[in-house]
């Protein structure tokens, strides 16, 4: 018997019966373009807790009608970088030190369970992704780059849990990143890059080896660190209250 062949798939074909190009990306909607813009202000610390945003200057900004500009809003509100204050309008959201420190403690637990539920299916490939994202990080340390570590960090910490089941936690532990996002640019400074690198080659031994529970004790020093430096920037800033 001759061996079978995987039938050949027709391309894809456009409304007037021509074939679409393979290299085709469709572009952005408006509000994906304006909520990709404004996430990145915010994650970067242009846009800093507590700030305001005027629909009515980003539509002149953005040279677009207040339409898009209040989808991309909502979006962004759902996604728990900006809060919705009645009466007021939106607010890059603003948290205390107490609330932050829940934020941390809440993505401890639940990133512990994720990271126990994805082991099982962790494979060479995303350890090789893991290790990616640490190259991107030592790149961009060396160009002083502080956004694009954050954002390769957050990568790398998102591929330890990418092969969990659980979606709805995933989804939790999203919003909350992207809540304590904006204040990630008030202790960039204080990070100790060297000590951040060693806890993630530390982190991606333990994948290598399978090991569910290193990988969340590491996982949770690893977190100490930034909850050390809220304090420190949390108590500069009672100190100038004080003042």
Known sequence: MAPRTAPKRSPVRAANGSATRADFVRPKTAQQAVAEVLRRDITSGKLAPGSWIVQESLAEQFGLSRIPIREALKTLEAEEYITYVPHSGYRVTKLGLDELLEVFRLRDILEAELIRDAMPAVT???????????????RAAEKGDLISIGLANRQFHFLTFETSTLARTRRIVTQLWNTADAYRPLYA?????????????????????RDAERAVAINHQHRLQAIGHLHTVFGGEETEDAS
């Open 124 to 138: 060479d490939d995303l350890v090789e992704r893991m290790r990616e994202q640490m190259d991107q990080m030592d």
């Open 189 to 209: 400074h204080l990070m100790d890059l060297t000590k951040v690198n060693s806890e993630h080659i530390l982190l991606v031994d333990a994948f290598v080896a």
